[in-house]
């Protein structure tokens, strides 16, 4: 199990990346300064560390250099995390060794995707590119679908839907959360268009009366039920 540290001072966004990496099987830890992450990563090495460009006690981006100058943590790989206008120039041009970045306010997925792009290259037994969930499976690097064995074919949005639902199983997702999660914060629909796009990912993935893994749940949203297999 690949184990990431997150470095980031803003509480509500360590524990938003923290839900979602735990989510995905990673094991997470969460530091608040940039003094201590440094002391702590003297002692270990995750095999990723999300890092915030400006933190107290000392700054990301002068953490990652000192990083970059210890043999033990030359190679680690960062992500680093900066807020729109930080000096953005310089992070672009990943001058302080980092192997990422994301703009915030990013989207989950996407920084999902680049954490699995980075481990699949440096840690390439640890990370699963495939998601299984009863008689459904789902191939995030081919982005193919089975179910009992055969292919479905989904539009790009109703696979990503499909993808974001399957890697919470049972969780219950309000529509704002599923714009948020599967559309990105920077886009702006109707919260009706995500029960059109629910409604083509039934009749794509339900086809032969099987049985329907998505659950509506009435003034709350939609969930992925785990429990589809055992009727
Ligand atoms: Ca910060």
């Not at 970059?68 to 953005?88: D, H, K, N, Q, Y």
């Not at 839907?161 to 559309?183: A, C, I, K, N, T």
């Not at 990912?201 to 009366?209: H, Q, S, Y």
């Amino acid at each position: 199990m690949p184990e990431i540290l997150i470095v980031e001072d803003e509480e509500p966004l360590s524990l938003l990346l923290r839900y979602n990496l735990e989510a995905e099987g990673y094991k997470v830890d969460v530091c608040d300064r940039g003094d201590e992450a440094e002391l702590r990563l003297q002692e270990s090495q995750p095999d990723l560390l999300l890092l915030d460009w400006m933190l107290p006690g000392l700054s990301g981006i002068e953490l990652c250099r000192r990083l970059r100058a210890r043999p033990e943590t030359e190679r680690m790989p960062i992500i680093m995390l900066t807020a729109r206008g930080e000096e953005s120039e310089r992070v672009r041009g990943l001058a302080t060794g980092a192997d990422d970045y994301v703009v915030k306010p990013f989207s989950i997925p996407e920084l999902m995707a680049r954490v699995r792009a980075i481990l699949r290259r440096t840690k390439p037994e640890s990370v699963s590119t495939l998601l299984r969930a009863g008689d459904i499976e789902l191939d995030r690097e081919t982005h193919r679908v089975h179910r009992t064995g055969k292919e479905i074919h989904l539009g790009p949005t109703e696979f990503r839907l499909l993808e974001f639902l399957m890697s919470s199983p049972g969780r219950v997702y309000s529509r704002e959360q599923l714009l948020d999660g599967v559309w990105g914060h920077d886009v702006y629909v109707d919260e009706r268009t995500v029960d059109v796009h629910v409604g083509r990912l039934r009749k794509a993935i339900n086809k032969g009366r099987m049985k329907d893994p998505i659950r509506t749940v009435r003034g709350a949203g939609y969930a992925f039920n785990d429990q589809f297999l055992v009727s």
